[in-house]
Structure formats: C-alpha cells, structure tokens
C-alpha cells in the first residue's frame, strides 16, 4: 500500500522557474524523506525531514512539513532541465520502525530549456 | 565509493520460468532492502534485511518469491515460476544507519514476462 500521494502528478515548468510539489499522507510519521528518479534509474535521496522540524533547506531544495495536515511540499527554486526527473515522497511510519519506508506514487516533473 | 550493483539490468523471460536478480549493497551497509516499482507507481517494500536475517517479509509473496542473503553482503531475489504480472522494476537499497532513514537505490532491473 502507498500512503504518501503527490500533488500534482505532472509538472511542466521553464528552466528557471521555481517547482513546488506537495505530497499528503495517512498516518503519523517519525519522518519524510524526497527522492528523484531519473528515468530508468535507481532513485536518488535528496532530503529528510523529520517529524519535529517544519522547514529544511538543502542547495535549491526546500521542504516544508506540516504534521496537522499531514502534508509536505518540496520546492525546488531557479530549476534547470537536468531537474528533469519523477520525484517521490517517501515516508516513516510511526511504529513501523525507522527502516520502512512508505512511497508515494510519484510526481514527473519536466523543465523545459 | 561504488553505489548499489544490480545485475542484469534487464531481463527477458516467458512465463512460468524462473528468474534471479542480484545485488550487491554499498560496502558496511547492514541493512538491504528489495523493493517492487511498477509502472507508473513508487516502490513497494518486499523485504528487509539486517546483515543476513529477514526481519520484514511481510510483502513478499512466499509462493512464488524468496530472498536471501547468506554471507550478510549480497542478496539475490528468486521468482519461481514467473508470471505476467510480475513484470515490473525490481530495486535493491541500502542503508548504513536505518535510524537516520536515508536509503541507498540501485539502478534496477527491468522484468519483462511474455
């Protein structure tokens, strides 16, 4: 079962522009992670969020967390055509053990140069 | 530092054949993980191991799939026999502290069931 879900599932931007994605989930968490997947490869980690923290930069990414609303968005600023890629919320169930992650399904994002 | 090694990264099978699929995990990972992606979807968990032991399995269809990983290193995921819906990318992960969440992909390997 998936229990994070991507919003929207499709984005088509101009390099340059900011990409925001909000993912929702069910349950509660110990944290949120975001992954990318270029196609045809593995995914790739690019930020963790636990679920005490509400804002987390990391280069051009941003993450927000809000626990009331179980809702998370990633903003990715002055995007390039190599960000290009499928993007994941992936999260950390409560209880379920700090290994299992949850996937949601997915978001495809494409920059246009 | 070599990431996550999957092989083959593609595989061709009719239906009722078996199939394996190997990983290898980034050196000191304890924790291996494979995990189903289907089409269109995000992976799904099938199974967990810490060094050699299955601590979550509960995924994983045990009529048809297993796993193991006998030496706490590498791990190979058996279907027997395969069926059409099987088709699907089957990732391997690791992870060096499964506290800190942060998981390790490999690039996958494509199966196609005819």
């Known amino acids: 079962s998936q229990q994070g879900e991507e919003d929207p599932q499709a984005l088509s931007i101009q390099e340059g522009e900011n990409a925001t994605m909000n993912c929702s989930y069910k349950?509660?968490?110990?944290?949120l992670q975001w992954y990318r997947q270029n196609s045809g490869r593995g995914l790739v980690h690019l930020i963790l969020i636990r679920s005490n923290e509400r804002e987390k930069h990391s280069g051009r990414l941003r993450v927000t967390l809000d626990t009331s609303k179980k809702s998370s968005s990633l903003l990715i600023t002055a995007s390039r055509a190599a960000d290009t890629a499928s993007y994941f919320c992936a999260t950390d169930p409560l209880g379920g053990g700090s290994e299992k992650l949850v996937f949601g399904k997915g978001m495809k994002l494409t920059v246009n140069p | 530092e070599a990431g996550v090694v999957q092989s083959p990264r593609y595989k061709i099978i009719e239906k009722k054949q078996p199939v394996a699929f190997w990983c290898n995990p980034i050196?000191?990972?304890?924790?291996l993980y494979w995990y189903l992606q289907n089409l269109g979807q995000g992976p799904e968990l099938l199974i967990r191991y810490e060094n050699e032991e299955a601590v979550d399995d509960s995924q994983l269809p045990k009529d048809r799939f297993s796993a193991e990983r006998l030496k706490g290193v590498d791990s190979t995921l058996k279907i027997q026999p395969a069926e059409l819906g099987d088709s699907a990318v089957y990732l391997c992960?690791?992870?060096?502290?499964?506290?800190?969440?942060?998981?390790?992909f490999g690039p996958g390997t494509r199966l196609t069931v005819l």
């Open positions: 349950t509660s968490i110990n944290n």
């Open positions: 992960a690791s992870s060096l502290d499964p506290q800190r969440g942060e998981q390790f």
């Open positions: 050196s000191g990972h304890n924790t």
